[in-house]
C-alpha cells in the first residue's frame, strides 16, 4: 500500500520543504496554504525517525485538524513518547499538575472556571462597585490587568487600577486552598518553569521537537512558558507556525510583538508559504491591503480563478438584516449553497441583531445558563451539558462552590441532579421580561437549595443577579440560540474556517467615543495613521475575508463616508447597492 506522504500531489514542493526543514523555524503561512497538513505530516515524518514530538495549537479546533491529518489521512497512531493537544493541556500536564503546588504552595492543585474564581473584588474597597475576580489576568510579572467585562462608568484601565491589590491577595490565597482558574494555571506554570529548579529543563528536554500551530494567537503567558523552555538550552527544536496577521485574541494578551521575540531570541529562521489552497484571486488581492505583506498570496487552489469580485454592499442601519437578505440574494445568483456560507460580525451585539434575535443586554453567566437549560427542556432538546450547568449553579448556592460537587458520593451527586430538574421544570415562563424572569427565577432556587441544606451559603439572588436594563427584552427572546444552520456569527467564532462565501457587516457609530467600524479598517488606505489599539480591528478584518473560498463582500452602513467607500473601490472591491438601500 502507497504512503501517502509519497503520492503525487499530497504536498506541494513548498510544504514538503518545510516537513524536511531543519530544526527551529517560523512558518510564515498565508491563508488557505495548507499549514495543517504540513504540520501534521512533519509530525509523522520525524515520530517515524524515532522523535518525540509535540505538537500544540492555541486552539481544540487546530488540534482536532492535526490529529484529522495524522490519523484520518495518513493513518498513523499517535505513540505515548509523543504528544498531541493545546498549549494550555501541554502546560497543565507536564508543568501545572506535577509542580504547581510548590509555587502556590497547596497540596494539590485543581482548576475551576472563570465565573466561580472567588467572591467579587471590590474597588478601592467600595461594597457598591465590584468586578468579578475571574476577569482578573495575571501578567508574566505577576502583575494583574482586568480583562472582564466593562462596568457602567469605568473603564477597563480604571477597574485594574482600583482593583488589581485585593485581586492579587485573593487570587494568592484561592492559590494556597489549590484553586486557581483556567488562565491563572498558566502563570503557576510559568513560575514553576522560573523558580522551581530543574523543572523547565526537565519539560524541555522530555520532546526533541515542540511544534506550536496558531502561534499568533498564543497568550501572553503561554509565550513566557515557552521562552523559559528555549532559554534551558534543553529544547532541541521549536517549530512555530502560524500569520501574525491572523493574530486576533488581544484580550488574551497575544500579540505579533511577542511572537516576534521569541522568534528573534531563539535566533529563529522564517520559512514562508504564500500559495492559497483556498481562495479565489480576487479575494486574495483585496485582502492584501489589510496585512502587513505587500504582495497578495497566489491563489491556487480548486477557485483560484472564480470570478466573483469581492463587494461592497450597503444596509440600513435601523435594519441589519437587510445586508443578510442582499447576501442570500447574490449567493443564489452564484449558485452557492447558503449553509455553506456565513455573515460575520466583529461585535457580539450585531451578530444578535443580524440573527434576529433580541437585542443584547448583559447578562451573568449563570442566569444565562439556567435560562438556556429551561429553553431546551421545553424544547426537548436539553442535553447533558444543560444539566451539568444547572447542576453546578445549584452546588454554587448551596455550599458556595461550584465544585463542591467534586466531593459528593453518588446519593449527593443524584439529589442535586433531583434538585436540577426541580429548578429547571419550576421555573418562571419564558414570556416574562429578562428582568422579572431572573428574580422569579432566584426564589425558585433559594427553595431547591433549601431541600439540599438547611441554610445555603449564598443568597439566591446573588447568584442569580438580574439587571436594569433587562426589563424591556423577553426571557424566551434572550435564550434562543441561533438556528444551527444559517447564522451569523463572531470573527472568532470561525477562526480556522474555510467557507463558500462570507459577507462581513460593519457596524456603525455605536458612540461619540469610537469611530464606525468601516473607519477603523480603512484608516491606512486613507493615509491616517493606524493607533495600535486599532491594529487588531484591521487584523480582524483580514480572518474574516480570507475565511472565503469563491465569494466575499463587506456590508457597509447606509450613511458610510465617501472616503471610507472610495477607499475600498480602489483596493478592488465593486460598490453595489442593496435594492432600497
Request: net charge neutral; glycine share 8%.
Amino acid at each position: 500500500m502507497t504512503d501517502p506522504l509519497d503520492e503525487p500531489g499530497y504536498l506541494t514542493p513548498a510544504q514538503r520543504l518545510v516537513v524536511d526543514a531543519p530544526p527551529d523555524f517560523l512558518l510564515t503561512a498565508c491563508p488557505g496554504s495548507g499549514k495543517t497538513r504540513t504540520a501534521g505530516a512533519r509530525f509523522v515524518v520525524r515520530a517515524q525517525a524515532g522523535d518525540r514530538v509535540a505538537a500544540t495549537s492555541y486552539t481544540n479546533i487546530g488540534v482536532d485538524q492535526i490529529r484529522e491529518v495524522i490519523s484520518s489521512e495518513l493513518g498513523r497512531t499517535v505513540g505515548p513518547e509523543s504528544f498531541i493537544g493545546t498549549v494550555h493541556k501541554f502546560l497543565l500536564q507536564y508543568v501545572f499538575y506535577p509542580f504547581a503546588h510548590i509555587v502556590m504552595g497547596c497540596s494539590s492543585p485543581h482548576l475551576v472556571d472563570a465565573e466561580n474564581a472567588g467572591d467579587d473584588v471590590r474597588l478601592n474597597g467600595d461594597n457598591r462597585w465590584r468586578a468579578p475576580l475571574g476577569g482578573f489576568r495575571f501578567r508574566p510579572d505577576g502583575s494583574l490587568l482586568y480583562c472582564g467585562k466593562s462596568l457602567p462608568g469605568w473603564s477597563r484601565d480604571q477597574i485594574t487600577a482600583a482593583g488589581s491589590a485585593e485581586a492579587a491577595i485573593m487570587k494568592r490565597r484561592a492559590a494556597a486552598r489549590g484553586r486557581a482558574t483556567f488562565d491563572d494555571a498558566m502563570y503557576w506554570s510559568l513560575r514553576v518553569l522560573r523558580d522551581v529548579p530543574g523543572a523547565a529543563a526537565a519539560v524541555a528536554g522530555r520532546f526533541d521537537e515542540l511544534l506550536v500551530d496558531e502561534a499568533q494567537d498564543t497568550s501572553e503567558l503561554q509565550l513566557a512558558c515557552l521562552t523559559e523552555l528555549s532559554g534551558t538550552g534543553r529544547l532541541r527544536s521549536l517549530v512555530l507556525v502560524g500569520d501574525v496577521d491572523q493574530s486576533i485574541y488581544a484580550f488574551q494578551g497575544a500579540t505579533p510583538q511577542g511572537v516576534h521575540r521569541l522568534v528573534a531570541d531563539r535566533g529563529m529562521r522564517s520559512v514562508p508559504l504564500v500559495e492559497n489552497h483556498r481562495s479565489s484571486q480576487l479575494i486574495c488581492d483585496v485582502a492584501v491591503h489589510f496585512c502587513s505583506r505587500d504582495q497578495p498570496d497566489v491563489a491556487v487552489g480548486e477557485h483560484a480563478d472564480f470570478t466573483a469580485r469581492p463587494e461592497i454592499v450597503f444596509y440600513d442601519p435601523a435594519q441589519p438584516t437587510t445586508a443578510t437578505d442582499h447576501f442570500l440574494g447574490r449567493i443564489a445568483a452564484l449558485g452557492i449553497d447558503p449553509t455553506t456560507t456565513t455573515v460575520l460580525a466583529r461585535n457580539n451585539a450585531l451578530v444578535t441583531l443580524l440573527n434576529n434575535q433580541a437585542e443584547r443586554v448583559e447578562c451573568a453567566p449563570r442566569p444565562k445558563a439556567l435560562g438556556r437549560a429551561v429553553m431546551a427542556l421545553r424544547h426537548g432538546t436539553a442535553g447533558r451539558h444543560d444539566l451539568v450547568a444547572v447542576d453546578k449553579i445549584i452546588a454554587y448556592a448551596a455550599w458556595g462552590e461550584a465544585d463542591s460537587l467534586d466531593g459528593l458520593d453518588p446519593e449527593g451527586r443524584r439529589q442535586v441532579r433531583n434538585a436540577t430538574i426541580d429548578l429547571i421544570t419550576a421555573a418562571p415562563a419564558l414570556g416574562l421580561p429578562l428582568q422579572q424572569w431572573i428574580r422569579d427565577a432566584a426564589v425558585v432556587l433559594r427553595g431547591v437549595a433549601s431541600e439540599l441544606v438547611a441554610v445555603p451559603v449564598r443568597r439566591s439572588g446573588d447568584v442569580l443577579r438580574s439587571a436594569a436594563d433587562q426589563g424591556d427584552v423577553v426571557a424566551g427572546d434572550y435564550f434562543t440560540r441561533p438556528s444551527p444552520g444559517f447564522a451569523a456569527r463572531s470573527v472568532h467564532d470561525v477562526k480556522g474556517a474555510t467557507r463558500e462565501a462570507v459577507l462581513v457587516v460593519a457596524r456603525g457609530r455605536t458612540s461619540p467615543y469610537r469611530p464606525p467600524e468601516a473607519e477603523t479598517w480603512t484608516a491606512h488606505l486613507r493615509g491616517e495613521q493606524v493607533p495600535p489599539e486599532h491594529a487588531e480591528e484591521q487584523r480582524i478584518l483580514y480572518v474574516a475575508l480570507t475565511r472565503a473560498r469563491k465569494y466575499c463582500a463587506i456590508a457597509l452602513p447606509t450613511n458610510t463616508s465617501t472616503a471610507v467607500i472610495d477607499s475600498l473601490q480602489r483596493a478592488g472591491f465593486l460598490r453595489r447597492r442593496i435594492e432600497g438601500g
